[in-house]
């Protein structure tokens, strides 16, 4: 079965600094993988996807994530963060296997300091 | 732009009441889904859809069951809601084996 995992349940950085959020994932074959943002009170955007070819892919909000199949992770990065990132971030594969059914992370939530 | 909407942002609803939550997309996508939101317990799939009047249980089915009787329109139905019912509930549609969309979410107060 596949699965996911966000390692960090909270993470803070300044304002101005670099974001790197980690997930982690378990999967049979080539996965398609997800983040999404959520902000208080909403619902969930689709930040980036990576289906095949270009292991680097690049998201709204100037984020970016890279698939790496040996460490089978893809990890969410921005280069300088701004306070109106705050939000609740989630990791998600597939689906695969005939279901129509992704798999989520728990979230990591982003705080961000002036 | 594509566009899930959800019937209320905000509902409140005393024990044992039932509470219909509309969910309705204008993508024309095969699959919707329900889930519930709840602190440290991440999304948790309710159930889905993958065309009219087709329904399958995801985790936490119990409580809960769902209609949907056009491809745009999804509904999950509380029975008879419970104080444990109370959380956010939100919406999704995907096209196939592809990236979701979701609504605004709900915020079920039961009381």
């Known amino acids: 079965a596949q699965s996911v995992t966000q390692p960090d349940i909270h993470i803070t950085v300044s304002e101005g600094a670099s974001l790197e959020l980690r997930c982690n994932y378990s999967y049979g074959a080539t996965p398609y993988l997800f983040w999404y943002v959520q902000s208080p009170g909403q619902g969930l955007q689709l930040l980036l996807k990576y289906f095949s070819g270009d292991t680097l892919v690049q998201g709204i909000k100037g984020f970016e994530a890279e698939f790496k199949r040996s460490q089978s992770s893809f990890n969410l990065r921005k280069p300088s963060v701004h306070w109106s990132d705050a939000a609740e971030y989630f990791c998600a594969v597939g689906p695969s296997g005939g279901s129509y059914i992704p798999t989520f992370g728990r979230g990591t939530s982003l705080i961000v300091h002036p | 732009d594509v566009k899930v909407t959800q019937s209320s942002r905000y509902l409140v609803k005393r024990t044992g009441e039932k509470v219909f939550l509309e969910c309705v997309q204008d993508?024309?996508?095969?699959?919707m889904f329900w889930y519930r939101q709840d602190p440290g317990l991440g999304l948790r799939l309710i159930y889905f859809?993958?065309?009219?009047?087709?329904?399958e249980k995801g985790d936490i089915p119990e409580g809960y069951s769902v209609s949907r009787e056009k491809k745009e329109r999804f509904s999950l139905i509380l029975e008879s809601a419970s104080t444990n019912q109370t959380s956010m509930y939100l919406c999704a549609s995907s096209p196939g084996f592809r990236e979701q969309y979701f609504g605004p979410g709900t915020r079920l107060t039961v009381t």
């Open positions: 859809s993958y065309d009219v009047k087709m329904k």
């Open positions: 993508m024309d996508h095969e699959n």
